[in-house]
């Protein structure tokens, strides 16, 4: 199971970080990916980082403004997000990729969490 939090209003240029705690699984032992959905548009990838080595991928949209971690003793996935731009706004969720799986593919997800809201204000 994914559990997201820390979604909200915030202001363009604002920040956000966004939380995804793992049950019933670890978070260092498969690829852990942040998508998005704005309404009308399809699910996106994000940013995802993988299980054994840590590594780290951005989309073009997120490199340079947001930044996945995660803390192993918490279980947790972040989503750091900085310098939020309308076209940010959408619905986030945190979701697990098959070891080996592209983890920017809606398609291989294996277990999705139940979204978090980002809206963002001018």
């Known amino acids: 199971q994914l559990v997201e939090s820390g979604g909200g209003e915030v202001q363009v240029g604002g920040s956000l970080r966004l939380s995804c705690v793992a049950s019933?699984?670890?978070?260092?032992?498969?690829?852990i990916s942040w998508f998005r959905q704005a309404p009308g548009s399809a699910r996106r990838g994000v940013a995802c980082?993988?299980?054994?080595?840590?590594?780290?991928y951005y989309s073009p949209a997120a490199k340079g403004r947001f930044t996945i971690s995660r803390d192993n003793a918490e279980n947790t996935v972040y989503l750091q997000m900085d310098g939020l731009k309308p076209e940010d706004a959408a619905t986030y969720y945190c979701?697990?990729?098959?070891?080996?799986?592209?983890?920017?593919?809606?398609?291989?997800?294996?277990?999705w969490g139940q979204g978090a809201l980002v809206t963002v204000s001018s």
């Open positions: 019933g699984f670890t978070v260092d032992s498969y690829p």
């Open positions: 980082i993988w299980g054994s080595s840590g590594s780290t």
């Open positions: 979701a697990r990729v098959p070891r080996g799986g592209n983890c920017n593919n809606a398609g291989f997800v294996e277990v």
